[in-house]
């Protein structure tokens, strides 16, 4: 399904690092580890989520990006879709266009529709994939180059359509571990020359390839465990950061990055951070 659009400008996404002016949001209202679905869940689900406390560092985490001069647009929440915190996972821009995600967990079906129905009453155009699992969490995109994650949430099939439906796009398939459930938890890209990755996650082929084309920054197995790759790029070399991960901070600061720390504890209980939780619509 494509809806038509009036102004094609109003969604602009070329990169991961471009200066981000409009980001969607959803504040973690009915949050909670109801069905764990990856290993950081598993060691928080008998403490579960301090809802209280997941929303302060969410609201810290939004007016640190108005005060970047973000446009945030927020999304309902709904009781009957507790992980709607990560936008991310419901959809993705690539250049002008924006793709609804089909969603693999039935935990997570039917946050596609909230989006959607956004969508609609901005009428703004998308598309909605469908068939085959996709999920933004496994799209990360530079330029005309794309990398898609295989996981148990993207699968193959999906990422041969999308390479017919987009053949301007150089679409890279990359195969990791799916225990860290998306891309983005092992793989994030700074800057067109430097990029985080947590090399235990993949074989050491696709480390090499990736080696090739940025300078990696390893990420330890500890903070990747407290989500230190999931960093938000936010333009201008300004990056959205965990506190507790000192390492990662200290070498993105090194490279020159401005590391705007926020504490976001709570959320990643459920297993993702500040790129998980926030879907750009235009960057510049």
Not at 196 to 202: G, M, W, Y
Not at 229 to 240: K, Y
Not at 244 to 252: C, E, G, I
Request: net charge neutral; glycine share 6%; aromatic share 8%.
């Amino acid at each position: 399904m494509v809806n038509t659009i009036t102004k094609q400008s109003q969604i602009q996404c070329k990169s991961e690092y471009g200066t981000l002016k409009k980001v969607i949001l959803c504040e973690p209202k009915y949050m909670e580890i109801k069905e764990v679905i990856n290993d950081i869940q598993k060691k928080y689900k008998h403490d579960n989520i301090d809802r209280e406390l997941a929303i302060l560092q969410h609201r810290k985490f939004e007016q640190t990006l108005r005060n970047a001069g973000v446009e945030v647009i927020k999304l309902e929440p709904s009781k009957e879709h507790p992980e709607q915190v990560f936008t991310r996972d419901i959809g993705f821009s690539l250049g002008n266009r924006l793709f609804i995600s089909e969603m693999a967990n039935p935990i997570r079906q039917g946050e596609e529709e909230v989006l959607a129905e956004w969508m609609n009453k901005h009428d703004l155009a998308y598309k909605k994939l469908s068939t085959h699992s996709i999920e933004g969490g496994d799209v990360i995109v530079d330029g005309k180059r794309v990398f898609i994650g295989v996981s148990h949430r993207t699968c193959k099939e999906a990422i041969q359509k999308l390479k017919r439906e987009l053949p301007e796009f150089d679409i890279l398939p990359i195969p990791f571990n799916p225990k860290y459930l998306h891309l983005d938890c092992v793989f994030n890209i700074l800057s067109p020359k430097d990029a985080l990755i947590f090399p235990d996650a993949f074989d050491q082929q696709v480390v090499a390839l990736l080696s090739g084309m940025y300078h990696l920054i390893e990420v330890g197995e500890s903070e990747q465990f407290s989500m230190g790759t999931n960093v938000l790029s936010i333009g201008r070399n300004r990056v959205l950061s965990l506190p507790v991960n000192r390492n990662v901070n200290r070498q993105m600061r090194q490279h020159g990055y401005e590391v705007l720390e926020v504490d976001f504890s709570e959320i990643i209980k459920s297993g993702g951070s500040f790129r998980c939780c926030s879907m750009p619509i235009v960057r510049q």
